[in-house]
């Protein structure tokens, strides 16, 4: 689970106390999310509190990493 501010942000303020788990705070430009705290609210609310409010949409949710590729090619050259 992952979300962002984006830039976008407006530092409206509205975000931060929607959090339960206190994973926004005020930045150096726009409000930043702690990935390491962000748990999208699961067992607190069905969605995200932080992207309900946002009155600008700059909260996109960024899709999960997805493993890298490996090839099967063994490189045969001297």
């Known amino acids: 689970m992952a979300l962002?501010?984006?830039d976008g942000?407006?530092?409206c303020d509205i975000c931060e106390p929607e959090c339960p788990?206190?994973?926004i705070s005020a930045?150096?430009?726009i409000y930043v999310i702690d990935p390491d705290r962000c748990?999208?609210?699961?067992?607190?609310y069905d969605t995200p509190q932080c992207r309900k409010v946002c009155p600008v949409?700059?909260?996109p949710r960024i899709p999960p990493a997805t493993k890298p590729l490996t090839s099967c090619w063994k490189n045969t050259a001297p």
């Open 9 to 11: 942000c407006i530092n």
């Open 27 to 29: 930045g150096d430009e």
């Open 39 to 44: 748990t999208e609210c699961v067992g607190h």
């Open 4 to 6: 962002i501010i984006a």
């Open 21 to 23: 788990h206190e994973a």
């Open 57 to 59: 949409d700059c909260i």
